[in-house]
């Protein structure tokens, strides 16, 4: 995590994570099963949420009838449908969350469920608004139970993998994106930027855990 150019980490790896400030800069180099609340000081207007769905692990932005987590981001932030043809991402509407429900041939196995890597080409477009993004809702996967200092034992299904970026975080939250939420998502490859980055003006209350393979 990166806040106000000051590295958080936790400052263990089970269970509920309390946050630490480190002089020196933090770099994971294992896959990071990654849960996160953005907190801020900033007030929002309410307005009823949308349900942006990814159905694709495609990392383009166009009216092709599919919704890919690039510009399901674009729609949180703008409350703008990525296109017209069925299949594209909805238009948000103030605190949304961001579903997945990916579908054909899986990049890898968990627990004898599908699961699916998506590979930005690109810095994924920083949020700024409050949503949650949230890929314990990809089918098959499930939420983690066990209290530390038992395993996690949650299957996790969608990977964001920064093979292909260079000094990217995989998650850049600003603006008015407090109260925001990241959950059961697998961060993996991000070695030279952070799993998530923090602007100013917003705090984070996070749990995370460090893993060798994404079965956690």
Same mark, same amino acid.
């Given at each position: 995590l990166n806040y106000y150019h000051k590295k958080l980490i936790p400052s263990q790896i089970n269970g509920v994570i309390k946050l630490k400030h480190l002089d020196k800069p933090y770099i994971a180099q294992r896959s990071t099963i990654f849960n996160c609340w953005i907190y801020g000081y900033k007030t929002t207007e309410v307005h009823a949420a949308s349900t942006i769905t990814v159905n694709s692990t495609a990392d383009t932005t166009a009216d092709d009838g599919e919704c890919t987590l690039r510009e399901a981001i674009t729609a949180a932030n703008d409350d703008t449908a990525s296109?017209?043809?069925?299949?594209?991402?909805?238009?948000?509407?103030?605190?949304? =969350? &961001?579903?997945?429900?990916?579908?054909?041939?899986?990049?890898?196995?968990?627990?004898?469920? $599908? *699961? /699916? =890597? &998506?590979?930005?080409?690109?810095?994924?477009?920083?949020?700024?608004?409050?949503?949650?993004? $949230? *890929? /314990?809702?990809?089918?098959?996967?499930?939420?983690?139970?066990?209290v530390a200092p038992n395993p996690f034992n949650g299957t996790l299904l969608i990977e964001i993998d920064g093979s292909n970026l260079s000094n990217n975080s995989a998650f850049t939250l600003s603006g008015s994106s407090n109260n925001s939420a990241l959950r059961g998502l697998i961060i993996n490859n991000f070695t030279s930027g952070d799993a998530v980055q923090i602007l100013p003006a917003l705090t984070a209350a996070c749990r995370a855990r460090l893993a060798m393979k994404r079965a956690g």
């Open positions: 296109g017209a043809t069925g299949g594209e991402c909805i238009a948000g509407s103030g605190a949304d =969350t &961001i579903e997945f429900n990916i579908s054909g041939t899986a990049d890898f196995i968990n627990n004898s469920e $599908d *699961g /699916y =890597t &998506i590979k930005p080409q690109s810095a994924l477009p920083d949020i700024t608004q409050q949503v949650t993004i $949230d *890929g /314990y809702s990809q089918p098959g996967a499930q939420a983690n139970t066990a």
